[in-house]
């Protein structure tokens, strides 16, 4: 198609970018390198509800970065593709905290009429089940970052009991996935609730140098133009990326930036020192642990004043010093976690945890783990 529009043409061309969109974080590849087994494990979770039948409930849980988004929505758009007896709904629940937003967002996604103010949330409830059980549909939901929901009352985190037991109280097929960086968020759960959640759990983990190499040679075939990529590049972007933490949206982030840098200074093609530069630029966006120290509060400043306190502590004493549940405290560790305060490391020998047996952590300062 001629590309005649005023603004089209008004942009200058870039010696560097063919679409530089597809190195943005919404974009979503046709190909997901690497996650080959992930995708496998959902496929089989939800072969079912591609038939218009029920499906497994399942837990993807991994670092940041390490595609269990894309991965999630990479299914959902195959899977819609392939079967018109199944609905998708994709929920981040940091946007949607609430039973009410979920369930109006599935009422929503099923061209259910709802009057848009004052509907009670059992009304909508039981609308949904109603419709759900004439549509003969099945239904697929994605709860993105579902810890949210976690940290939320129990009034907000039982739409996830309402959805997980879908054919006893909508008689509808309902799969759900579940998201979230806490490994451990099953601790704690009521068994009934765990069971019903969590049939499959899909564990991601995070990507070696190699593998952040494959993801971005991906992109930057379709991002950049012929030899707008000094060679050594994506090398150097994917050790960069691997060094924080295995995560493929730092890699690209980098990649990006240094595209970006290279085009403001009308260059060639981008270099290594155009990537060294931005990889400054990249690090310096997460606040360091000085910046965030003094915002934290509550069950979050507990908990980090302790472990600064005995320099590194397990799961297990932080647990019972906060007098808190496992999942509480697990959720706040998380998000310390995420918050780039924290670290963690599972303690696997008998001898590491005192012969403890499950999940003990150890829990420390960022960047002073032995
Ligand atoms: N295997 C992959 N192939 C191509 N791109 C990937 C792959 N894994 C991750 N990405 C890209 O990396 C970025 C982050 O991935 P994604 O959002 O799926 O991670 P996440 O595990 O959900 O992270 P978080 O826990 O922070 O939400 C996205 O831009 C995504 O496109
Ligand atoms: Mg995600």
Not at 140 to 168: M, P, Q, T
Request: net charge neutral; hydrophobic share 40%.
């Amino acid at each position: 198609m001629p590309n005649s529009n005023l603004f089209a043409k008004g942009r200058a061309e870039s010696r560097i970018f063919r679409d530089e969109r597809v190195l943005l974080p919404e974009y979503l590849p046709d190909v997901l390198p690497h996650r080959d087994r992930e995708i496998s494990g959902l496929v089989a979770a939800l072969q079912g509800a591609a038939e218009g039948e029920g499906s497994e409930n399942v837990l993807l849980t991994g670092p940041p970065g390490t595609g269990k988004t894309s991965t999630a929505r990479y299914v959902l758009r195959e899977l819609q593709d392939y079967s018109s007896r199944v609905v998708t709904l994709y929920v981040n629940c940091w946007e949607v905290g609430t039973r009410h937003g979920v369930l109006t967002r599935l009422a929503n996604a099923l061209e259910l009429v709802t009057p848009r103010r004052g509907v009670a949330t059992d009304e909508i409830m039981e609308r949904l089940a109603e419709a759900l059980g004439k549509s003969g549909k099945a239904i697929v939901i994605v709860l993105d970052e579902v810890d949210r929901l976690f940290a939320a009352k129990y009034e907000e985190w039982r739409v996830l009991y309402d959805l997980s037991r879908g054919n006893e109280l909508f008689s509808a097929r309902i799969g759900l996935i579940s998201i979230t960086n806490n490994e451990d968020i099953t601790a704690g759960m009521d068994v009934r609730v765990k069971s019903s959640l969590v049939q499959r759990h899909v564990k991601f983990s995070r990507y070696s140098p190699v593998e952040l190499k494959d993801i971005l040679r991906e992109r930057a075939k379709l991002a950049f133009l012929p030899d707008a990529l000094h060679p050594e590049v994506m090398p150097l972007c994917a050790a960069m990326a691997a060094k924080r933490g295995g995560d493929a949206r730092i890699a690209l982030n980098i990649l990006w930036r240094a595209g970006k840098l290279a085009e403001r200074e009308n260059a060639g093609q981008v270099s290594i020192e155009h990537a060294r530069r931005v990889r400054d630029e990249v690090a310096s966006e997460q606040p360091t642990r000085e910046e965030i120290e003094p915002r934290l509060e509550g069950f979050e400043k507990k908990i980090y004043e302790l472990v600064k306190e005995k320099g590194e502590m397990t799961s297990g004493e932080l647990y019972r010093l906060l007098d808190a549940s496992e999942r509480t405290a697990g959720e706040h560790v998380s998000r310390l976690e995420k918050l780039g305060v924290l670290e963690t490391r599972l303690l696997e020998t008998k001898e590491e945890t005192g012969g403890v047996r499950g999940k003990t952590r150890l829990i420390f300062i960022k960047g002073k783990g032995k």
